[in-house]
């Protein structure tokens, strides 16, 4: 689609024709909730436009746009946004599921800098909502996430000032090394202030590919020192822990974070999230020991706020999280080995279990079993959502949750 008025013209024509509607951005999702069986994909890729007011200090984005195009445009002007951690996550699904991405400690969830957004509703009708137009949509768009029942095709967002300096201290150890890293890695976490975050990364060393734990810590500031203040609690691990290589500490773009999260792409791909108040050494200890199948696959364990919850909306349907995310990635390419990392997945998981305190509708295994929607959302907040639902889209033009 190149424009509202044709996401409109074909979310009518399905209706006409008793179809269901699923739309899709960039088509990022681990569990590929945009692919639905007998209906309409609405392919909103082609809106990749942004438009910055400057003196507003606000962009207005379209669905399609990627985070890295986004982040690059926005710093050309001096500004700055909670973009996804991975460069090729476009906008749309990222903010309709609440969005913890780049320096969310310090900004909040991505969607809580929404303020307003286009949308194609079920009748075919183009409406911009906000606080104070159709304020039940614009709630139920911050966090809804895959089971929305409308097609949003832009977002009006508010910006930031493009960080000075971006300071980021990376190391990994032998995954052996667990236990002597633990306490240490939940008392650094405790002492970093909410602009820090921490992530414990379980994955294949790429020099060595022995299984590791790679920690990356990044911050951003007013000045170099003031960054590097951010993550210095993490500057001296524990004199037994060999690591493997050198840790660094260096100074780069706030563009450059994209290039701290690889992502293999063209994988088979199965994902479950899970957030935990618990300490990330304790999870750490939970995981360390399940051997992945497959040496693309990783467990991330990430404080996107140092020891603070980042901040959700005030008034959103994001009402879960916000604490630490694990999230369980398994990637791999013979579909023969299947079985072997989905079971893995759910290996994982049910260690963290004891952990849980809620899910990330954006990344959560929703097919996994009945109950695992509600795990996403506060039950007065999925009530309201499916009783919205059935005011906004009475016969289910748009497919519900997976």
Known sequence: MGSAEEAAEAVRFAAANCLQVSPRGGGHHYGAAALRNGGVLLDLGGLDFVEIDRTARVARIGAGVRGDNLSEELAAQGFAFPVGHCADVSVSGYLLNGGFGWNSGEWGAACANVIAMEMVLANGEIVLVSESHHPDLFWAARGGGPGFFAAITAYHVALHSLPPVTCAWRAAFPAS?????????????????????????????????EPAIV?????????????????????SPPQDASPIGDP?????????????????????????????????GELLLAVYDIPAHSPHSTIDLVAYGGHSRTGLPKDGALSVGGGTGAGIYAMWDDPADDDANCAWVRRVD?????????????????????????????????????SLRTKYDPDSLFFTWP
Not at 184 to 204: H, I, K, N, Q, Y
């Open 177 to 209: 090394s667990a236990p002597l890293l633990a306490d240490w890695l939940t008392a650094a976490t405790d002492s970093a202030p909410r602009e820090t975050e921490v992530g414990c990364f379980l994955m294949s060393h790429w020099d060595t590919s």
């Open 215 to 235: 920690l990356r810590v990044s911050a951003c500031g007013d000045s170099e020192a003031d960054a590097r203040s951010r993550v210095s609690s993490f500057a």
């Open 248 to 280: 660094c500490t260096e100074v780069i773009p706030f563009t450059d974070l994209f290039k701290l999260s690889p992502m293999p792409s063209g994988k088979r791909v199965a994902a479950d999230h899970l957030w935990a108040t618990a300490p990330l």
């Open 350 to 386: 049910e260690a963290l279990s004891p952990f849980r305190s809620g899910r990330y509708v954006g990344e959560a295994d929703l097919t996994a079993s009945p109950q695992r929607l509600a795990e996403c959302f506060t039950q007065e907040t999925l009530e309201r959502l499916q």
